[in-house]
């Protein structure tokens, strides 16, 4: 009959009375009666799958309201499951006539009142292999252990519950089935059911407080049933076992427990179970659900992932926006401190005039200076746009995470694990309203898709070597931390969704080394991650965000890879390295916090490289009390606070960073809280939206306290860890390291910051070499109660809104080597100790170099023309020597002389020293800077060895540089507490 006779409609509505066997044979007539089987999907397929007593929802139990993507394939995965238990049983019985075979009759033996048999027992013992029993409603109770000693089916007839057991079931043969049926402990024994070597099937089956025990070779395949009131799984030894839609409530401890190395042995049904985990597919969610897609964000969390973060919400804007409020609010942090006298002749201008007058200046009798050893920083790029250093605009694109393809693409031992189906596979389980979800120990290996943990303590524990892989699940509200991995344990973590955890999304300590990529950790009610207790592991590609506490914490000698995360919107910090944490920080980008982006303090010692930090509410980045690292060619930009922020007693070191573009300073480096500082001790910045003294100061300390709460409370469950034997002892810590002493900042480019470029107010010595400190709006380097040497060698400070460098009094400094160009005021204001040799002070609004005070200083070998004003002006009782200076004339309506010495000082020595005026007949100067060319200069400075550069020095993760330092405190920054 043709398929054309007849509507479709109506073919549809007559294939829906044919049984599953005649569906079948329809579709075997031709391609259009096929095509039209295949189309009864949500019909007639939907029908026999819920109808099937043996086959629950093909989403139960944690998504049962999402329709699958095929009924039919729902249908054909249940019935091929069904027979797996049957895989080595003979199908064909040999008969009398050697050329005929028959297939092996099987037969059924109901148990029940009124049956052939009352008790299993009874049945069991004249059941021949692979017959049926069938069990009538009602409780059958055993007084004694049962064994099962031949292959046989045990099905409950009628509803799910109306057949219970109260049984011990030992199984000694290959296999067997047990569908339908409801399990509960017998007075004797929890345990309701093991084996040692077969192989056992369970579908559709409840399992009331009662525990399934297997051990290896021993394989279980379990699927639709359900494990409550304190039930659990526990897997010893296991080569290979599937537990595939279960439901897990109400556990005293773990739901499943796997133990042991797999054994080397296989029984028949390995093979089998290896095909069907293949076969499966990996999830069969629909792709609305947030488990599947990675882009989309569960209603839990308030704030979306930004999977493509390309400031989506006008940040540029709102950074502009922020640094226009910064200045307008007179961000010059420091109360007590100024930029020095303004010259008379800023004094005589107005600021219109001023401004006017000094661009004409530049423009007619500037000396060129473009040839500079840090030219190249600020010239435009290939493509004709401009370089990071002279773009008035912060970046407006950060990079892109990679795809969980791309990270198995390039990493073997990820697509090795990816595809590993070892231990024990549980899939699209739920594990709900219980202590525990997954326990993994002693070298066992599972692996988990697709599952949903809620309401847990914990989600997953992997300890003692084993391995554990997680794809694709979601872990929610736990008690404590999400995942914890101990004890060198290892393994793949990807593609999860772990959020509102009471602890960590995940703890790694003790060795352990897992790989966790492309997951989504968020809204978690403490840290996202927390590496600690010689932790390791490869962090990449997470998206990490809305955690009340730090993103990422390393802690107490973790040593983790972080690298390529979007970390964002988190509460406190995105990174926050403490307590000897240590690690490789690459290529993430770090945003949108509400303290600092990265967070490193009392021991903390990472590399921090190639970050994109911005757009943070406070500061970039923190290096608090005793921290170290090595921060280098990191883009910190857009910041409410700082870009870094460096307090006593730390040694980091900082090269080759971009640091632009942020409210605040660039780069301060200070000592303590000044007592007299009352804004900055409260936390009541300029610009801070209204936030008052007893607010700011109150959350402070709120965040102190809730900060050594964490630390306490970093032990899950209340163990009591003694972390000094998990430690390195210091000496092991920095027995390979380079040692130095004094914390450097090289390479750095400063520029567009709402204040200062580089503010320093330390009792410590510091080392600023090689850096671009240009376009700031206040002043380029600020150096304020140095009680130790500051070296400021080979830097260009260029074109910042006030003071090129200005010194303070009581201050220790070397000026070497250094450009000093058009600033818009003086070049150099000096009032402290030290020297300033060979530097080149061009163009800018005031005197070029300005020393007053009660100091002692050396002034030699500077080339020097002012704008306007003075070249060299000693003021007061300055103490020192003026010697081989060049000075050129700046305008020729400039009346002031180029070399100023208060009359009646007898202590300061002017000598050899050259003034070069224009010629009357020229209006222009010819004059250029050579031999040597333009400050800086391209080469080493002067005076410094190849050691003292550890930016041209190969630096690894075990030869790292290094030191141990003297104690201190200071907590002034921006929002920066101790986490």
């Not at 017959?131 to 799910?160: F, M, N, S, W």
């Not at 009680?787 to 460098?805: D, F, H, K, P, Y």
Request: hydrophobic letters at 35%.
């Amino acid at each position: 009959m043709e398929v054309g006779s007849l509507p479709v409609e109506l073919w549809r509505l007559i294939l829906a009375y044919l049984p599953l066997p005649d569906l079948g044979r329809c579709c075997q007539v031709c391609r259009a009666w096929r095509e039209l089987v295949l189309s009864l999907d949500n019909t007639r397929w939907r029908q026999l799958c819920l109808g099937c007593p043996e086959c629950r929802h093909p989403n139960w139990p944690s998504q049962p309201h999402l329709e699958p993507p095929s009924w039919r394939e729902a249908l054909k995965q249940h019935a091929l499951a069904t027979r797996t238990w049957t895989q080595n049983g003979p199908e064909l019985q040999s008969s009398a006539c050697l050329f005929f075979r028959r297939r092996k009759d099987r037969r059924i033996w109901h148990v029940g009142p009124g049956c052939e048999f009352e008790t299993l027992r009874g049945a069991l013992g004249v059941a021949g292999p692979y017959d049926r029993v069938v069990l009538h409603p009602g409780v059958y109770e055993e007084q004694a252990e049962l064994t099962i000693k031949i292959p046989v089916e045990i099905i409950g007839l009628g509803t799910l519950g109306e057949v219970a057991l109260l049984v011990c079931v030992e199984q000694q043969c290959p296999t067997a089935r047990l569908c339908n049926l409801v399990f509960m402990p017998p007075w004797f024994s929890t345990v309701v059911y093991k084996t040692s070597w077969g192989h056992v099937q369970l579908d559709n089956c409840n399992f009331e407080g009662a525990q399934l025990q297997i051990r290896g070779p021993g394989t279980c395949q379990a699927r639709f049933c359900s494990f409550s009131q304190s039930s659990s799984v526990n897997l010893i030894g296991v080569a290979l076992s599937l537990l595939d839609s279960c439901d897990f409530s109400g556990s005293d401890t773990a739901s499943v427990t796997v133990e042991g190395l797999p054994t080397s042995e296989r029984n028949w049904a390995c093979k089998h179970l290896a095909a069907l985990a293949k076969a499966f597919p990996t999830c069969f969610v629909s792709e609305s659900s947030s488990v599947v897609k990675p882009d989309s964000f569960s209603s839990v969390g308030p704030h979306p992932p930004l999977c493509n973060i390309k400031n989506q919400m006008n940040l540029d804007e709102w950074q502009k926006k922020a640094v226009l409020e910064a200045v307008c609010h007179g961000t010059v942090i420091d109360d007590g401190w100024s930029d020095g006298e303004h010259s008379e002749a800023e004094e005589e201008n107005p600021v219109g005039e001023k401004e006017n007058n000094r661009i004409s200046l530049t423009l007619d009798y500037k000396i060129s200076c473009d040839q500079h050893g840090l030219s190249h920083l600020l010239k435009p790029r290939s493509d004709g746009s401009l370089s990071l250093a002279s773009c008035p605009d912060p970046p407006s694109e950060t990079p892109e995470s990679l795809t969980f393809q791309q990270e198995l693409e390039r990493d073997p031992e990820a697509n090795m694990l990816a595809a590993s189906t070892l231990g024990c596979i549980l899939r699209r389980c739920l594990f709900r309203d219980g202590k525990g979800g997954v326990h993994v120990s002693n070298y066992g290996q599972a692996r988990l898709e697709g599952n949903v943990f809620r309401g847990l303590n914990y989600a997953v524990r992997c300890i003692q070597n084993s391995t554990i892989i997680m794809l694709r699940n979601e872990v929610r509200e736990c008690r404590a931390s999400g995942v914890f991995l101990r004890l060198s344990a290892h393994g793949l973590i990807a593609e999860n969704n772990i959020h509102s955890n009471g602890e960590a999304g995940l703890d790694i300590r003790k060795g352990a080394n897992p790989i966790i990529v492309c997951n989504r950790i968020h809204s978690g009610l403490r840290s996202g991650v927390v590496v600690l207790g010689n932790g390791k592991g490869s962090i990449r590609s997470n998206q990490i965000y809305n955690n009340k506490e730090a993103g990422v914490y390393i802690l107490f000698s973790g040593n983790p890879v972080v690298s390529g995360n979007h970390i964002f919107q988190g509460q406190a910090a995105g990174i926050a390295i403490n307590e000897n944490g240590r690690g490789l920080i690459a290529d993430n980008v770090i945003k949108e916090n509400q303290w600092g982006g990265v967070d490193i303090r009392r021991g903390g010692d990472p590399i921090l490289r190639n970050n994109f930090i911005c757009h943070g509410f406070s500061d970039g980045v923190v290096v608090g009390e005793r921290g170290r690292g090595l921060i280098e060619g990191n883009h910190v930009y857009g910041n409410k606070g700082c870009g870094v922020w460096v307090m006593s007693s730390s040694l980091p070191q900082l090269l080759g960073n971009y640091i632009t573009h942020n409210c605040m300073y660039g780069l301060a480096v200070f000592c303590r809280k000044d007592p007299e500082n009352v804004e900055v001790r409260e936390g009541n910045w300029p610009g801070q939206d209204g936030l008052g003294d007893e607010g700011a100061n109150g959350e402070r300390r709120g965040a102190e306290a809730e900060g050594r709460e964490a630390q306490e409370n970093l032990n899950d469950e209340g163990e009591l860890f003694a972390w000094e034997s998990d430690l390195d002892s210091e000496d092991e810590r920095h027995s390979a390291r380079r040692s130095i002493s004094v914390a450097l900042v090289e390479g750095n480019c400063m520029s567009y910051n709402g204040a200062v470029g580089l503010y320093v107010k330390s009792s410590e010595p510091l080392n600023a070499f090689s850096n671009l400190v240009n376009s700031n709006h206040g002043t380029g380097i600020a150096v304020l109660q140095s009680s130790q040497l500051t070296r400021l060698v080979a830097n260009c400070i260029l074109e910042n809104g006030r003071v090129g460098v200005a010194v303070e009094r009581d201050s220790r400094v070397e000026l070497r080597g250094n450009g000093v160009y058009g600033n818009g005021s003086h070049g150099v204001v000096f009032g402290g100790n030290g020297q300033i040799v060979e530097n080149d002070v061009l163009g800018n609004g005031g005197y070029g170099i300005q020393v007053s005070g009660s100091t002692d200083i050396k002034i030699l070998r500077n080339r020097v023309q002012p704008a306007q004003g003075c070249g060299i002006a000693v003021l007061g009782a300055v103490k020192g020597i003026v010697h081989d200076n060049t000075l050129f004339q700046g305008h020729p309506g400039n009346k002031k002389t180029l070399l100023h010495m208060d009359p009646g000082n007898e202590n300061c020595v002017l000598r050899n020293n050259s003034i070069v005026k224009h010629n009357s007949y020229t209006s222009v100067s010819p004059w250029i800077l050579e031999s040597p060319p333009p400050r800086p200069q391209s080469s080493s400075p002067s005076g410094l060895s190849s050691s003292q550069h550890p930016s041209r020095l190969g630096i690894s993760m075990t030869n790292r540089i290094s030191a141990s330092v003297e104690s201190g405190c200071h907590s002034g920054s921006m929002f920066c507490c101790i986490l």
